[in-house]
């Protein structure tokens, strides 16, 4: 059974930092794909940023340059720098994990269960 654990959600000031971290657990073969979503209130969940196992990244137009995702592939964990944060940047924060099924060469997606942030003065 596999799970993905969140942390670092919380309430920050805007033009403030917080950094959310991910972990996974269980068994893995292996991981493709690691990224958060987010869904702000009111809204569908949309892509924040993903990142391959080989370091590849893609970024959300609205928090390039401002975002940064990075990955430990020893520790199955990956982590979401945020800077400069926006009230717009409020929303529940979900990992997502592309991982192997093993024996065969397919993937199944899995979430963790979110970490609220909050922009807010």
């Known amino acids: 059974q596999v799970q993905l654990v969140e942390s670092g959600g919380g309430l920050v000031r805007p033009g403030g930092s917080l950094t959310l971290s991910c972990a996974a657990s269980g068994t893995i073969p292996s991981i493709y794909v690691m990224g958060w979503y987010r869904q702000p209130p009111g809204k569908q969940r949309e892509l924040v940023a993903t990142v391959t196992s080989g370091g590849s990244t893609n970024y959300a137009d609205s928090v390039k340059g401002r975002f940064t995702i990075s990955r430990d592939n020893a520790k199955n964990t990956v982590s979401l720098q945020m800077n400069s944060l926006k009230p717009e940047d409020t929303a529940v924060y979900y990992c997502?994990?592309?991982?192997?099924?093993?024996?065969?060469?397919?993937?199944?997606?899995?979430w963790g269960k979110g970490t609220l942030v909050t922009v807010s003065s």
């Open positions: 997502n994990a592309e991982i192997a099924i093993a024996g065969t060469y397919n993937a199944r997606d899995y």
